[in-house]
């Protein structure tokens, strides 16, 4: 059993900077693939950004050179940083995970409850 938590999460302006958080809590050995996850009102959900057990990232394009991701393995937590943050990064943020590689199943096994991030012109 694995429970993620968020945080970081608030309200900005644009060009403004977020470091989210995913503190992940116990069995945690399993997992080999961790995403952010955003959905947006009236949009549906896409992938963020990836890191994998081994180390290796990938980023939507939409955020690509603004987002990095990375993981503390010693703090069993995964970290998101959002600089230069525009209006349309506006959406619920989530933490997944899943006991499988980033480039196998699309199905994950564990989901957070979310945190909001509101950008403002």
């Known amino acids: 059993q694995v429970q993620l938590v968020e945080s970081g999460g608030g309200s900005v302006r644009s060009g403004g900077s977020l470091r989210l958080s995913c503190a992940a809590f116990?069995?945690?050995?399993?997992?080999?693939?961790m995403t952010w996850f955003r959905q947006a009102p009236g949009k549906e959900r896409e992938g963020v950004a990836s890191?994998?057990?081994?180390?290796?990232?990938s980023y939507a394009d939409s955020v690509k050179g603004r987002f990095t991701i990375s993981q503390d393995n010693a703090k069993n937590t995964m970290y998101l940083q959002m600089n230069s943050l525009k209006p349309e990064d506006t959406a619920m943020y989530y933490c997944?995970?899943?006991?499988?590689?980033?480039?196998?199943?699309?199905?994950?096994?564990?989901w957070g409850q979310g945190t909001q991030v509101t950008v403002s012109t």
């Open positions: 890191i994998g057990s081994d180390g290796s990232t």
């Open positions: 116990g069995y945690t050995y399993s997992i080999d693939c």
């Open positions: 997944a995970a899943k006991d499988d590689y980033c480039s196998g199943s699309w199905s994950y096994n564990y």
